[in-house]
């Protein structure tokens, strides 16, 4: 199949390229970007006049809930979804049931995600078996089956002790580790940010120092090993500043943060919104602001949907009570825009955040569009703007505290491996 | 975002809590309340107002003192109540909260009087029941008891008369305290210029002072010429643990003794909204004195219920 995509503003962020020119495609790789290459003749030409035509997006954190939680989601909802929004690679943490702490489970996630030719899924091994915080998974092992990196998810490592031996392990087998920092005696029973609104609306509070206190450990933990360690969900302006600090110091880490934190703040919980009931909590606008600004200046790498369909008797709980967590694999690409708009940051380097910069921290080639590269494209429709509804979205997930809200950048098509998956109603 | 507790008209719907509730609905339920103090001292303590209204106690924390003065205001009333205990019942059998609200909504019920464990799981009920059914937040979480917040402010009233001039003071457990949320919400929208949490650090939420009050550590600085007391239960399982070191060192520190009470104006009233941990919170002889208005609180109590119930009920004058 050789796909001409014509007349489209081309943005590809790693190789510097902005500019009006087609794209070619064959074989599922990209064969060439302005002039056709030498006897191309298009089996489809995709006329993208007025469109971005984007490298496919690199989602660092989306939750398939296959195996154990079908009843949430399935791969089917999801990995559509995920090509419905752009999103052609995605991590899927191990917070799955059982964890992904077995090599069985690894592979046949694997290949069942494979089989259905949508997004590429990389899965995160647990870091602990059963992700209890006790004992070493098997990482090796678990490695060789086809996982990228290993993390705990959201389940806590109490023993700084294992923390630091599994970080000496990984480093052993020079594997990276994610990890979301967040002390869980400090977070325990807390569902909210420890402020004004919690204060108000009586809500067990997790302090902003319970993700600076796990910081500062794990950040000492990687100056003794010098493990490669990735930083996920970053909510704290305080937090933003440690890593800043030590990407400066040279310690080699990485971090993200969350689309629905960039944007929203303790504010939103308003009369008890379940939809923002969130891991980690949503914080202040200052915090807020500064997790903007981190993402403008590099010091967080890449955003992320933390995508994490639930269910709607779920939420439909007292706020404390319901599951947390929002669907997101299809409000990535317009959050991302939103934030740019916002700071009026240039699409280039916003697109940046979710193609190519995940793509390096994943270590996968995929997030850009030179010639060679798998063919994963984004074509999108930057003025366009979608309102947010539950019919509107594919995932299995419809918990959105974006529901109503009209959000820019509209994807038309999603190419994966050079196959169209996904291709909006016109 | 409209208030959840307000219709369209700006009128009661629900009662969640305090705040956010514009002061003219407060000081008429305060004003209809008054009126209601009559009845309860009649010889036929009972008016007609919610005849043929069911009213469903739903009480999904165990309390008997609250769920008592409901059913009896709901009674004076001439309403049907309905008790219902469902910490034993069907939560335990996995039935979802709003279930529970749906079938006893398709039994008629016309006003649900809800406690819950969990903050804000009125304001859940009321946005999902249909606009004919009432709901009065009887104490959710740690966030608000609003029946309470205004049978104090009803009580304060009693004594004090005039809210602009009054000093208040609220000690003990602020932190999990749904009571001094309401409280300190009535009386700043009321329009009381000096109110005061005293408590350690241990026992007050994070930015109370957002709340408009201010802080004091030093119980008998915090005391100092104040016209209003109120005193707040100290759970037993908060005695002992990272909060505090023992019941014995907090009545130390912050038990309302007469010693204690002497820092405030001489005609101070000292409130407790039950029940009372004598020998932790407060000293029996303040208690049992005569400054203690701890029982006109329940009595009127019953009286700013059947203002609320009667008020949602559409049968108030």
């Keep these: 199949m050789k796909i001409q995509i014509k007349n489209g503003r081309l943005v590809d962020p790693r190789n510097h390229v902005d500019r009006a020119c087609d794209l070619f495609v064959a074989d599922g790789c990209i064969a060439g970007a302005g002039a056709a290459p030498a006897g191309f003749r298009a089996d489809r030409t995709i006329d993208a006049a007025g469109l971005v035509v984007a490298p496919g997006l690199v989602d660092l954190a989306a939750r398939l809930r296959e195996p154990g939680l079908e009843y949430k989601a399935t791969l089917d909802s999801e990995l559509y979804a995920a090509v419905a929004g752009g999103v052609t690679s995605l991590a899927c943490p191990p917070d799955t049931d059982p964890p992904l702490d077995e090599p069985g489970l690894v592979e046949m996630l694997k290949r069942r995600a494979a089989s259905r030719n949508l997004a590429h899924v990389y899965p995160l091994g647990a870091l602990t078996a059963k992700l209890e915080g006790a004992r070493l998974a098997e990482l090796a092992t678990l490695r060789d089956a086809g996982c990228v990196a290993f993390s705990q998810a959201d389940a806590p490592i109490p023993d700084t002790a294992v923390l630091w031996r599994a970080l000496q392990y990984a480093a052993t087998l020079g594997v990276s580790v994610w990890l979301r920092p967040q002390d869980p005696y400090l977070a325990r029973d807390g569902v909210a940010h420890d402020g004004e609104v919690a204060t108000r609306l009586g809500l067990p509070a997790i302090p902003p120092f319970a993700e600076t206190i796990a910081l500062g450990a794990i950040l000492a933990l990687v100056r003794a090993t010098g493990t490669r360690v990735h930083l996920c969900r970053l909510s704290t302006a305080a937090g933003v500043a440690m890593v800043h600090a030590a990407k400066a110091e040279g310690l080699p880490v990485t971090c993200d943060a969350g689309a629905h934190h960039v944007h929203l703040s303790e504010m939103d919980l308003a009369h008890y919104d379940a939809h923002c009931h969130l891991v980690p909590p949503l914080r202040s606008l200052r915090d807020r602001d500064a997790l903007q600004a981190g993402l403008a200046d590099g010091t967080i790498d890449a955003l992320c949907s933390d995508h994490t369909p639930v269910d709607e008797d779920a939420k439909q709980m007292p706020f404390g009570e319901s599951a947390p967590g929002a669907t997101g694999l299809e409000l990535l690409l317009p959050l991302t825009l939103k934030w740019a708009r916002e700071r009026g940051i240039a699409l280039a380097d916003a697109l940046a955040r979710v193609t190519c910069t995940p793509a390096r921290i994943l270590g996968i080639e995929a997030g850009h569009l030179a010639p060679g590269a798998p063919a994963d494209v984004c074509v999108f429709d930057p003025e366009a703007h979608v309102t947010v509804s539950a019919a509107g979205l594919q995932s299995q997930g419809k918990n959105t505290p974006f529901l109503g809200y009209a959000l820019p950048g509209r994807v038309r098509f999603t190419l994966v491996g050079g196959a169209v998956t996904y291709e909006a109603r016109a | ?317």
């Design chain 2, 1 to 317: 975002m409209r208030n959840p507790q307000l219709n369209e008209k700006g009128e009661l719907q629900h009662l969640l809590a305090i705040e956010g509730l514009p002061r003219e609905i407060i000081v008429r339920i305060l004003d209809t309340a008054a009126s209601f103090v009559g009845v309860t001292e009649r010889e036929v303590k009972k008016v007609p107002l919610l005849r043929g209204k069911s009213v469903f106690n739903l009480f999904f924390e165990p309390s008997t003192r609250t769920r008592t003065t409901f059913e009896i205001a709901a009674k004076r009333l001439s309403a049907d109540v309905i008790n219902l205990n469902i910490a034993t019942s069907s939560q335990t059998k996995g039935e979802t909260l709003l279930d529970t609200i749906d079938n006893l909504a398709a039994m008629h019920a016309d006003m649900f009087v809800v406690r819950h464990g969990t903050s804000g799981a009125a304001h859940l009920i009321a946005r999902h029941v249909a606009p004919h059914h009432h709901v009065i937040n009887a104490g959710d979480g740690r966030h608000a008891h609003p029946t309470q917040g205004l049978l104090d402010a009803y009580t304060i009233r009693h004594y004090k008369r005039d809210f602009a001039r009054l000093a208040v003071a609220v000690v003990g457990d602020i932190l999990h305290s749904r009571v001094a949320r309401s409280l300190i919400h009535a009386l700043t929208t009321l329009g009381s210029p000096d109110v005061r949490v005293i408590g350690p650090q241990t026992l007050l939420p994070t930015g109370v002072e957002s709340l408009g009050v201010r802080v004091f550590h030093d119980m008998l600085r915090g005391l100092r010429d104040v016209d209003v007391i109120v005193m707040l239960r100290l759970q037993n399982e908060r005695m002992k643990g990272p909060l505090l070191p023992s019941a014995q060192e907090f009545f130390k520190c912050y038990g309302l003794t007469a010693e204690k009470l002497a820092a405030a104006k001489p005609d101070a009233i000292v409130m407790h909204p039950g029940p009372m941990n004598r020998g932790v919170e407060i000293d029996s002889t303040v208690a049992d004195g005569r400054q203690a208005v701890i029982l006109p609180q329940v009595t009127f109590g019953i009286a700013v219920r059947m203002a609320v119930m009667s008020i949602l009920g559409g049968g108030a004058t």
